[in-house]
């Protein structure tokens, strides 16, 4: 995991040395304040909540809330290395179930806005966790894990230099053919086969076998086309994310006759002359509600639907 990081002069690279030992960051408040401070620049999508949040005999470091999929993020910080980080961030993920209303309630206090709870996609909700180093034990289990625990080395340099960098979980095929087409899946607690066979659906009808027929054509495509492509079946939706930085990309929403495909994005104009796509916004800034992730929606009835749909893509992750 070292860095090495170089200065371009006219004599040549020189290389910035690293602030290595307790030095480098003498007391956890000083990652803290230096995260908070700078959320919006390291974590364009996130959005600061709360500092030092009492909740359950738990004090959690930073509340915020992720803009583009509509969840709540918990950041943990720590200065040295410390033996439970996962089960802390397992902690915290409970914690967030659990108590929804005291984060809403927390949300629209601080940001004198009127957030309804099922307005929050609770099933991406996830525990950011930024530290100096890890043990190799708490990277076995951070890779081990199916919870959304994701892990930040933070690191300090001369002239006041700070890096931050993601350890990815390792990618294990789980489709050995001959293709070699990699698919990395976390179900978590929810299974492809219930959500098809409508366990999940409340009031609505579960899917016909035509729709079903539908979604596994397309995301069979997805899969071949953007292979890379970390998949999560939620209990509306299924998500395909981005393996640099977990950020939606696009989600299928199977209902009764169709399927309702969501592109995981926010910003206007992405898709302007695309007669096919809504875009999910009126124009005084009121939501039309949907299910999936993201601003831009469309309706696939066919399989010429799907050919249309899985090129556009693309759009979405060049735009991230």
């Not at 583009?68 to 439970?84: A, D, M, P, W």
């Not at 980080?85 to 004198?112: H, P, S, T």
């Not at 340099?157 to 053919?177: A, G, R, W």
């Not at 978590?188 to 098809?196: F, I, Q, V």
Request: hydrophobic share 35%.
């Amino acid at each position: 995991m070292a860095i090495k990081i170089f200065q371009n002069k006219s004599k040549g690279l020189t290389e910035i040395k690293e602030i290595g030992g307790k030095k480098a960051f003498d007391y956890e408040k000083m990652i803290q304040t230096l995260v908070e401070k700078n959320i919006e620049t390291i974590f364009p999508e996130l959005e600061f909540v709360f500092t030092e949040f009492p909740l359950d005999e738990l004090r959690i470091d930073s509340v915020a809330f992720n803009k583009e999929s509509n969840s709540f993020v918990i950041l943990e910080y720590k200065n040295i290395k410390h033996g439970g980080v996962i089960d802390q961030g397992m902690a915290y993920l409970d914690l967030l179930e659990d108590k929804r209303e005291a984060f809403v309630l927390l949300y629209n206090n601080e940001k004198e806005k009127s957030l309804k709870m099922d307005d929050v996609e609770w099933d991406e909700s996830k525990v950011i966790i930024i530290a100096p180093e890890f043990t190799p034990h708490q990277l076995r289990s951070a890779n081990r894990t199916k919870d959304p625990i994701e892990l930040y080395q933070i690191g300090r340099f001369e002239d006041d230099v700070i890096t931050l960098q993601k350890i990815q979980k390792s990618k294990e095929s789980s489709n050995k053919t001959k293709s070699k087409i990699k698919q990395i899946v976390r179900l978590g607690e929810y299974s492809e086969e219930d959500y098809l066979a409508g366990k999940y659906y409340k009031s609505s009808s579960p899917p016909t076998e035509h729709s079903k027929r539908l979604f596994k054509i397309l995301k069979d495509k997805i899969i071949k086309k953007y292979p890379d492509l970390e998949i999560k079946q939620k209990s509306k939706y299924v998500g395909f994310y981005s393996p640099k930085d977990g950020s939606a990309i696009c989600t299928i929403v199977v209902v009764r006759n169709n399927i309702e495909f969501c592109f995981s994005i926010r910003k206007k104009d992405v898709f302007p002359n695309i007669d096919f796509i809504t875009y999910m916004v009126k124009p005084n800034g009121d939501k039309r509600g949907h299910w999936g992730l993201g601003d831009y929606i469309t309706k696939i009835n066919s399989e010429s639907d799907i050919d249309r749909v899985v090129p556009l893509i693309e759009k979405v992750i060049i735009s991230k």
